[in-house]
């Protein structure tokens, strides 16, 4: 990726008559095989690299992208954003980042690249030995299919404000699916896991194994009654519960006025037992970077800290719009100015594994999928549709299915106990959440 095409496009941007500039280039490569029944059902492989450009005219930005990066193109690029800065509305608050909170190399390596480029039979190995592990659990009829995955990404970012970053990552994945059926029906379960270091991939026949078992635990699952009870949200979902607060503390919500939480900052949100971390330098992260997407300096931030609303998620926008600083969370994609965004987010582990919490609660809810959430982000209601397993005496009772959650997420963040059971999957990991008294909708 060249450097100096950035730099010479940020020029061409001031000579033309902006008052500011930023030029990004992304480029990614991907390889990705699907199989299904133990035979090789497709084949994708995408190359790519794209070109942003923002620019200033006073309180005026456009942004613009395309993929094409000849001479030629580039120029029309260039005539189109300032054509359309000068036709923009004025945005009192959008400029580049302060010069004094850019970051400057040379930046620390946190290890996301792994220059191995697996072939395309190495991928199909991959995805037939989870599958077939998958299907080889009793119980499991048929197959949702197994994949293998690669990719490669660059990113690189020059301002006129004198930043130029770059940053690079890789990314290994396995999936598997499986379907077990009876005489009342199927159910599908499903494992997967995603690395930056294909040696840090697990065991595939153990991702195979663990799909088959969910989908064969999921057979005969019933309707329970409507009531209130203890919900405990396995780890592998518990962030749907945490994800609205990252919508309710950006900055642009907060701006606005239209978040459940715009009265909480400085204060006890959840139990001082919970802290959520947000790490954008953990070596080898799925969501690590260097610098935010605006180059700003970034590093660990404790969202909530005992309990403790701590800060909001701000760029550079939102910070000047609430008379606060950016707080390093810009996150943007090549078409358009920055949002805000988390990168490595960790609800801290408490002392308790699964078993432990479900010995404690009793009885109760064990949620282990989830689908189609409502939030009121002005007040907080919250409903979300589950299914998975009804627990007495603190053990596995039978499964259940079509059950509605609901409940005010600040009263449900207060109440709010992690376990021990952190095992990190994605960019958003989480324990094992248990909240009390949580209104169940059933039959």
């Given at each position: 990726m060249d450097e100096n095409l950035l730099h010479e496009l940020v020029r061409g941007a001031l000579k033309a008559g902006a008052d500011a500039a930023e030029a990004v280039v992304g480029a990614r490569q991907s390889l990705s095989v699907g199989v299904r029944l133990g035979e090789l059902e497709e084949v994708e492989r995408e190359e790519a690299r794209d070109l942003g450009l923002r620019v200033f005219i006073g309180k005026r930005q456009a942004t613009v992208s395309g993929s094409d990066i000849s001479p030629e193109a580039r120029g029309k690029l260039l005539d189109r954003a300032m054509n359309m800065a000068r036709l923009a509305p004025e945005e009192p608050y959008a400029s580049l980042a302060p010069a004094d909170r850019l970051a400057k190399g040379p930046f620390i390596d946190l290890d996301l690249y792994d220059p191995t480029e697996p072939s395309p039979e190495t991928l199909e190995a991959q995805a037939l030995a989870a599958e077939d592990a998958a299907r080889a659990v009793p119980g499991?009829?048929?197959?949702?299919?197994g994949s293998g995955s690669w990719s490669s990404a660059e990113y690189f970012m020059v301002t006129s404000s004198g930043f130029s970053g770059r940053h690079q990552a890789s990314s290994f994945s396995v999936y598997a699916g499986a379907i077990a059926g009876d005489e009342n029906g199927m159910e599908r379960g499903g494992d997967g896991r995603s690395v930056r270091w294909q040696s840090d991939l697990p065991d595939l026949q153990a991702i195979g194994a663990e799909?088959?078992?969910?989908?064969?635990?999921?057979?005969?699952?019933?309707?329970?009654?409507?009531?209130?009870?203890?919900v405990i949200f396995e780890d592998r979902v518990a962030m749907s519960l945490i994800s609205p607060l990252i919508g309710a503390i950006a900055g642009p919500a907060i701006a606005r006025?239209?978040?459940?939480?715009?009265?909480?900052?400085?204060?006890?949100?959840?139990?001082?037992?919970?802290?959520i971390l947000d790490e954008p330098h953990r070596k080898r992260g799925l969501g690590s970077q260097p610098f935010d997407d605006e180059g700003v300096v970034n590093g660990d931030t404790a969202l909530i800290d005992k309990g403790v609303l701590t800060t909001w998620l701000l760029n550079s926008a939102s910070a000047r719009q609430l008379g606060l600083e950016t707080t390093g969370h810009a996150s943007r994609g090549l078409a358009g100015p920055p949002g805000v965004g988390t990168t490595n987010l960790t609800v801290q582990p408490g002392d308790k594994d699964l078993a432990g919490l479900m010995s404690d609660a009793g009885e109760g809810l064990l949620v282990t999928s989830l689908f189609g959430p409502s939030l009121n982000g002005n007040t907080g209601d919250w409903s979300i549709g589950v299914s998975g397993f009804w627990f007495e005496k603190g053990q596995i009772a039978y499964p259940v299915t079509e059950i509605t959650v609901a409940g005010n997420l600040i009263d449900i963040y207060g109440r709010?106990?992690?376990?021990?059971?952190?095992?990190?999957?994605?960019?958003?990991?989480?324990?094992?959440?248990m909240v009390e008294g949580l209104a169940i909708a059933g039959r």
């Open positions: 499991v009829t048929n197959s949702d299919g799909a088959g078992k969910r989908a064969v635990q999921r057979l005969g699952a019933r309707k329970i009654d409507s009531q209130t009870a203890t006025g239209a978040s459940f939480l715009k009265t909480k900052l400085h204060q006890q949100v959840f139990s001082s037992a919970i802290t709010v106990i992690a376990g021990s059971d952190l095992e990190f999957r994605g960019s958003r990991n989480s324990p094992s959440l």
